[in-house]
């Protein structure tokens, strides 16, 4: 059977170093499955949740929580640099439920002042926790 080997860089590391028959990824256009054979390509990637099957007919699926970044697919080797990544069972759920909290207060005070910059600086960390919360109870 076939792999591909996949690689997650963050600037605090690699976090994920491995073999793989598949993966899914979430770009701007959408959702993207990918298997060994790939065509070549380069994408940017939003935060979404990564899943990695190891083989065809298994039935575990390792999750990701991927904050953003670029894929690049090349030769059986998919390459993600990512703002931040961490698997399911390295996510504090209590400590993303804080983040959220935060986020969502964050969000409601720059509403109430009209404060644009800091909407948007709140959305993406809402959507982070969020993301962080759905891999992590995964």
């Known amino acids: ?9 963050t600037p605090d590391g ?12 979430k770009t701007p256009d959408g959702e993207m ?11 940017p990637l939003v935060i979404h949740e990564m899943k990695i099957r190891d083989k065809a007919e298994d039935e575990h699926v390792d999750w990701i929580a991927v904050n953003g970044g670029i894929i690049e697919v090349k030769d059986n ?48 960390a809402l959507e982070r926790a969020l993301n962080r919360l759905s891999v992590g109870t995964k």
């Open 1 to 9: 059977m076939a792999e591909m080997t996949i690689q997650i860089v």
């Open 14 to 25: 690699i976090k994920c170093n491995r073999k793989a028959y598949y993966i899914s990824i």
């Open 33 to 43: 499955g990918i298997l060994p054979g790939h065509v070549n390509m380069i994408a």
């Open 77 to 124: 080797t998919v390459t993600i640099i990512a703002n931040s990544a961490e698997r399911d069972r390295d996510i504090d759920t209590s400590r993303a439920e804080r983040a959220k909290a935060r986020a969502e207060r964050q969000l409601k005070e720059a509403q109430a002042a009209n404060q644009v910059d800091e909407m948007k600086r709140a959305k993406i």
